[in-house]
């Protein structure tokens, strides 16, 4: 898939709902629906203030040009070893002078940050989500557990098709009664996949889908959820290391 068009899958979610990015929602909207990509397409995606300074220093890291090449955007939103290169001073600078999360949180929070750089952290979309948690998009209140859950990139594999909407199992997040972040038990869940007559993701029972924001993103492949699964929970581990 085209880089560009796969980040905009990702990115309208929170996009639709004012959370990140331009106010552009149609004209981003129009660009999934034609499944074409152009330089004003890309302009728009580099108004993400949180999602394009990560894709930018992925690739400048990796020795990639473009911020939008398809390694770089997978590896952002579901994981894979392009992240593994990235240096824990990388990292520290990517969050401290791109995103300037020194300033967006407290002296001891950012303290905290720093710990779980030296922990092992990634370049992944849940690190941020979970370990971020004043968000740094057009909305700079606190996560709670729902909008952490609705964020993160969650994973599940659909059990039927009706129509606009499906259901697939899923884990959800919880927090357990001593405040850890935790996956729980599988749920069905039902999610709405035709957003207008114009624009409907096509899947089968069986497939493994992407999830942001309770949209469907994308088919993954077992190996692609593997990466997913592994980057949340360490991603939650971080989390829970401060708590």
């Given at each position: 898939m085209d880089g560009v068009l796969r980040s905009t899958k990702y990115a309208f979610g929170p996009n639709r709902l004012h959370l990140c990015g331009p106010d552009a929602n149609s004209e981003i909207f129009a660009y999934m629906v034609n499944g074409a990509t152009d330089e004003g397409l890309?302009?728009?995606?580099?108004?993400?203030?949180?999602?394009?300074?990560?894709?930018?220093?992925?690739a400048d890291a990796n020795n990639i040009r473009d911020p939008f090449d398809n390694s770089v955007v997978e590896a952002y939103w579901i994981g894979n070893k392009l992240l593994d290169t990235i240096s824990k001073k990388q990292i520290y600078s990517h969050l401290k002078d791109s995103l300037k999360v020194n300033k967006t949180?407290?002296?001891?929070?950012?303290?905290?940050?720093?710990?779980?750089?030296?922990?092992?952290?990634?370049?992944?979309?849940?690190?941020?989500?979970?370990?971020?948690?004043?968000?740094?998009?057009?909305?700079?209140?606190?996560?709670?557990?729902?909008?952490?859950?609705?964020?993160?990139?969650?994973?599940?594999?659909?059990?039927?098709?009706?129509?606009?909407?499906?259901?697939?199992?899923?884990?959800?997040?919880?927090?357990?009664?001593?405040?850890?972040?935790q996956l729980g038990g599988e749920i069905e869940k039902k999610l709405i996949r035709k957003l207008n007559d114009d624009y409907m993701i096509d899947v089968k029972i069986g497939d493994i889908i992407s999830i942001h924001w309770d949209l469907p993103c994308e088919i993954i492949t077992p190996e692609q959820k593997k990466y997913l699964e592994r980057h949340t929970q360490l991603s939650i581990n971080l989390a829970n290391s401060s708590r």
């Amino acid at each position: 898939m085209d880089g560009v068009l796969r980040s905009t899958k990702y990115a309208f979610g929170p996009n639709r709902l004012h959370l990140c990015g331009p106010d552009a929602n149609s004209e981003i909207f129009a660009y999934m629906v034609n499944g074409a990509t152009d330089e004003g397409l890309k302009s728009l995606l580099r108004k993400f203030q949180t999602m394009f300074p990560y894709l930018k220093n992925i690739a400048d890291a990796n020795n990639i040009r473009d911020p939008f090449d398809n390694s770089v955007v997978e590896a952002y939103w579901i994981g894979n070893k392009l992240l593994d290169t990235i240096s824990k001073k990388q990292i520290y600078s990517h969050l401290k002078d791109s995103l300037k999360v020194n300033k967006t949180l407290k002296k001891n929070e950012f303290a905290r940050v720093e710990n779980k750089i030296d922990a092992g952290a990634k370049m992944h979309h849940s690190f941020h989500v979970f370990n971020i948690w004043k968000r740094t998009g057009n909305d700079t209140s606190y996560h709670t557990l729902d909008s952490m859950d609705k964020c993160r990139i969650s994973w599940g594999k659909v059990v039927s098709v009706d129509g606009p909407s499906i259901k697939v199992k899923t884990e959800p997040l919880l927090m357990n009664p001593n405040g850890i972040l935790q996956l729980g038990g599988e749920i069905e869940k039902k999610l709405i996949r035709k957003l207008n007559d114009d624009y409907m993701i096509d899947v089968k029972i069986g497939d493994i889908i992407s999830i942001h924001w309770d949209l469907p993103c994308e088919i993954i492949t077992p190996e692609q959820k593997k990466y997913l699964e592994r980057h949340t929970q360490l991603s939650i581990n971080l989390a829970n290391s401060s708590r």
